[in-house]
DNA sequence: CGAATCAGCTAATGCGCGTTACTAACGCGC
DNA sequence: GCGCGTTAGTAACGCGCATTAGCTGATTCG
C-alpha cells in the first residue's frame, strides 16, 4: 500500500545535524544540568523538525524504564457529554505535562485491564470505579506505578449532588419525596454517594427518607415506579440521572399526568436533551472539564513520587431549573 | 505508596523454568517450526503463570520492530450507545487475534493524533473520519503500518440509513419531506451520505428533493426549522440522529403542533431515550457491534499485508416504528 | 607555565525482548 | 568406527533510545 516509510530515528537526526546521538537525546529531553550551547541546541531541534522525527515510545519506555502513558478505564458508564469533556480537559491537561492518555473501554470479551496496560506499558491507570484487588494487584505488578479509582467522592461530590437536588424539591414545598435509582451495577457506587446526599437534606429538614425505586429505561417500567411514588404520596423525585428522569417523564405520560403538578422531577447531567424534555428537565450541571484538569495534576504529582490526594477537585454542581420541577 | 513491585522478566520465568529465554519466548509465542516438547512447553508455562508474567510491550515492540497495538481515533462525535457497542466488540474482537485496542479522543488541546500513536507505537490506527493528508502522512512516518478512516461507506452504508428513513415516510403518504442536518461540522461526511440516500429515494418516487435545514439542539431553534419546513408544506422528516429528532418534537410542541399529525418525525440511533420521547420515536436501528468485529476482521488482515478491503460489513439496518412517524 | 577547572561534547552500555546462528547430544545406517 | 540428520536446546546480537562515564580543548588559577 505504502513504500516501507523508513522511520527516522535519533541517530538520523544526530547524523543531519552533525552531533552524536547523545546530544540529540540530551536536546530533545531538555535534560538540565547538560550545557548545550544555543547554536547546537538549534541546529539539532531545527534537524529534528525537518525530518519530522518523532521519538519512538517503546524504544523510550524501555530505556527510561517508565513510559509518559495513562491509561483511563471506562467501565461501561454512558458516555455523557459532561464526561467526553472530562476526557478531553484530561487528556489536554496531561499533554501539557508530557503524558500521553489513552482509553480503553472495559468489556467483558475484551482483554483485561492489566494487559493492556502491559501492551502499551502504561505508568499510570485512572478509573472511575474502584478496581478490584486481584486487578489492582495485577496492574502494580504489570509495572504500573500509579493506580487510581476516582470514586464517588471525586469532583464534585456526588454527594453535594444529591444535597442541591433535594434542596431544590423541598424549597419548592415538596415534604415527601423519592428517588430514582439506575438499574445498571457499574454506577451503584456513584448512586449511593447521590441518594446519600438525598437522604442527609430529608434528615436535615425533618421530612421522611426518600423513598427509593431502582427506574428501567422504559415507559413500562417507569410508570410502575411512578405509581409506586404516587401511593406513598411522593411528590417530587430526584433521578439519578437524566435518562432516567426523562424515563420518568414518559411514566407520568403512560398515567395521564406531567411534570411538575403530578410529580416533579430533578435530574443530573444536563445532557443535550435535557432541555428538549416535556417539560424541560430541571437538572444539576457540572464542569467535569475542570475536575479532569485538576486530576491531570494530581496524576502527575503521583508520578513524580508526590503524594496522591483526591479531595474536592472542582467548582460545585449547579441547579438548572427549568420546567419540570 | 506501594513497595517498588519488581517486574518479572522472561529471564525470570526462563529461570524458574531451568531453561533459556530464549526458549521461555519460543515457547510463549508459540513460534511454528521449533520442536520444544511438550514438557518443557508446560514446565516454562506454568512457571510464567506462577510468576504472573507479561510482556513488556515496549520491549516487545522494540525487538520485534512492529507492537499489537491498535489505536481508534474518535473526533468528537457523540459516543452512544451503538457506537460503544461497536468499541466494545472491535476490541474484542481485535483481542481474540492478540491484538490490543485503546482508543483516543482527539480534542483541541490534546496531543496530536500522530504524538499519541508514537507514544503508544500504534501499528495501526482507526479513525471514524477521513484522516486529512498531512496527518495521514505524519501517522506514517510515525510507523503506523496500517491507517484506515472507516468513512460513511462504512456498515451499515450510511446512504441506506437516508433511504430507509425517506421509504418510511414515502410509504406512509407524505409527499414533501425535510431533512435535519447537524450543526456540528464534525459528521458532515455521515451526514452527507444519508441526506444523499434521501435525495435518492425521493428521486426514485418522483416527489420533490427533501428540504434540508440544520438544526440545533434547542427548541427555539427547532422551532425556526420546523416553521420553515412548514411554510414549504413539508409533512415528515428524517433527521440525522436522534437527538435532533428529538430537538425536532421540542420545535413543534413550541409551536403546539405535534408528531405525528403536523409533522412526522423520523431519527437514527436508537438512542435510550428515543423510546421514551413524546411520542415516542420512529427511528433507525443498526447493529454496530457485528461491524466492529468484521472491522477487526479487516484490519488484523491489513497488518499481515493482505487487502484492505471494507466494502460492506454488517447486517443491514432496521426500521422501528413508533409513535413519531 | 603546569595544574585545575570547565564547557561541550561523545563512546559505550543496557533496558527486555525476538531472532538468528550455532552446538551438543543422540540415533542410524554402513 | 564414521558421517549425517535430527532433536532440543542455547549464546549472542540488536531494536532505538536514555543515561553514565569520560574525553578533548580552551580558559583560569596559583
Given at each position: 500500500m505504502k513504500p516501507p516509510a523508513k522511520r527516522i530515528t535519533s541517530t538520523d537526526v544526530a547524523r543531519a545535524a552533525g552531533v552524536s546521538q547523545t546530544t540529540v537525546s540530551l536536546v530533545l529531553n531538555n535534560k538540565p544540568g547538560q550545557r548545550i550551547p544555543t547554536d547546537t541546541r538549534r541546529r539539532v531541534l531545527e534537524a529534528a523538525r525537518q525530518l519530522n522525527y518523532r521519538p519512538r515510545g517503546s524504544a523510550r519506555t524501555l530505556a527510561a524504564g517508565r513510559s509518559n502513558v495513562v491509561l483511563l478505564a471506562l467501565s461501561g458508564m454512558p458516555i455523557s457529554p459532561s464526561v467526553s469533556g472530562f476526557i478531553e480537559h484530561f487528556g489536554s491537561s496531561l499533554a501539557t505535562r508530557g503524558l500521553t492518555l489513552v482509553t480503553h473501554?472495559?468489556?467483558?470479551?475484551?482483554?483485561?485491564l492489566e494487559d493492556v496496560s502491559a501492551a502499551v506499558d502504561a505508568s499510570a491507570v485512572v478509573g472511575l470505579e474502584p478496581f478490584d484487588e486481584p486487578t489492582a494487584e495485577a496492574l502494580h505488578q504489570a509495572g504500573v506505578d500509579l493506580v487510581l479509582a476516582v470514586g464517588a467522592d471525586f469532583s464534585p461530590p456526588q454527594k453535594e449532588i444529591g444535597r442541591l437536588q433535594a434542596r431544590h424539591l423541598l424549597d419548592r414545598g415538596h415534604r415527601r419525596i423519592g428517588y430514582a435509582l439506575p438499574e445498571r451495577q457499574a454506577f451503584r457506587s456513584w448512586a449511593e454517594e447521590r441518594l446519600h446526599g438525598v437522604l442527609e437534606v430529608c434528615a436535615e429538614r425533618g421530612v421522611d427518607p426518600a423513598v427509593a425505586q431502582p427506574t428501567g429505561l422504559d415507559d413500562a417500567e417507569a410508570a410502575q415506579a411512578v405509581a409506586a411514588w404516587r401511593r406513598q404520596s411522593v411528590t417530587g423525585v430526584c433521578a439519578y440521572n437524566d435518562e432516567i428522569a426523562i424515563a420518568v417523564l414518559a411514566g407520568l405520560r403512560a398515567h395521564g399526568l406531567t411534570a411538575p403538578d403530578d410529580l416533579a422531577v430533578v435530574g443530573v447531567d444536563?445532557?443535550?436533551v435535557a432541555r428538549l424534555a416535556a417539560p424541560p428537565l430541571t437538572t444539576i450541571a457540572f464542569d467535569l472539564g475542570a475536575a479532569g484538569a485538576r486530576l491531570a495534576e494530581v496524576v502527575a504529582a503521583g508520578l513524580d513520587g508526590g503524594d496522591v490526594e483526591l479531595s474536592v477537585l472542582a467548582p460545585g454542581p449547579q441547579l438548572l431549573v427549568r420546567g419540570s420541577a
Amino acid at each position: 500500500m505504502k513504500p516501507p516509510a523508513k522511520r527516522i530515528t535519533s541517530t538520523d537526526v544526530a547524523r543531519a545535524a552533525g552531533v552524536s546521538q547523545t546530544t540529540v537525546s540530551l536536546v530533545l529531553n531538555n535534560k538540565p544540568g547538560q550545557r548545550i550551547p544555543t547554536d547546537t541546541r538549534r541546529r539539532v531541534l531545527e534537524a529534528a523538525r525537518q525530518l519530522n522525527y518523532r521519538p519512538r515510545g517503546s524504544a523510550r519506555t524501555l530505556a527510561a524504564g517508565r513510559s509518559n502513558v495513562v491509561l483511563l478505564a471506562l467501565s461501561g458508564m454512558p458516555i455523557s457529554p459532561s464526561v467526553s469533556g472530562f476526557i478531553e480537559h484530561f487528556g489536554s491537561s496531561l499533554a501539557t505535562r508530557g503524558l500521553t492518555l489513552v482509553t480503553h473501554l472495559v468489556a467483558s470479551g475484551a482483554r483485561a485491564l492489566e494487559d493492556v496496560s502491559a501492551a502499551v506499558d502504561a505508568s499510570a491507570v485512572v478509573g472511575l470505579e474502584p478496581f478490584d484487588e486481584p486487578t489492582a494487584e495485577a496492574l502494580h505488578q504489570a509495572g504500573v506505578d500509579l493506580v487510581l479509582a476516582v470514586g464517588a467522592d471525586f469532583s464534585p461530590p456526588q454527594k453535594e449532588i444529591g444535597r442541591l437536588q433535594a434542596r431544590h424539591l423541598l424549597d419548592r414545598g415538596h415534604r415527601r419525596i423519592g428517588y430514582a435509582l439506575p438499574e445498571r451495577q457499574a454506577f451503584r457506587s456513584w448512586a449511593e454517594e447521590r441518594l446519600h446526599g438525598v437522604l442527609e437534606v430529608c434528615a436535615e429538614r425533618g421530612v421522611d427518607p426518600a423513598v427509593a425505586q431502582p427506574t428501567g429505561l422504559d415507559d413500562a417500567e417507569a410508570a410502575q415506579a411512578v405509581a409506586a411514588w404516587r401511593r406513598q404520596s411522593v411528590t417530587g423525585v430526584c433521578a439519578y440521572n437524566d435518562e432516567i428522569a426523562i424515563a420518568v417523564l414518559a411514566g407520568l405520560r403512560a398515567h395521564g399526568l406531567t411534570a411538575p403538578d403530578d410529580l416533579a422531577v430533578v435530574g443530573v447531567d444536563d445532557i443535550p436533551v435535557a432541555r428538549l424534555a416535556a417539560p424541560p428537565l430541571t437538572t444539576i450541571a457540572f464542569d467535569l472539564g475542570a475536575a479532569g484538569a485538576r486530576l491531570a495534576e494530581v496524576v502527575a504529582a503521583g508520578l513524580d513520587g508526590g503524594d496522591v490526594e483526591l479531595s474536592v477537585l472542582a467548582p460545585g454542581p449547579q441547579l438548572l431549573v427549568r420546567g419540570s420541577a
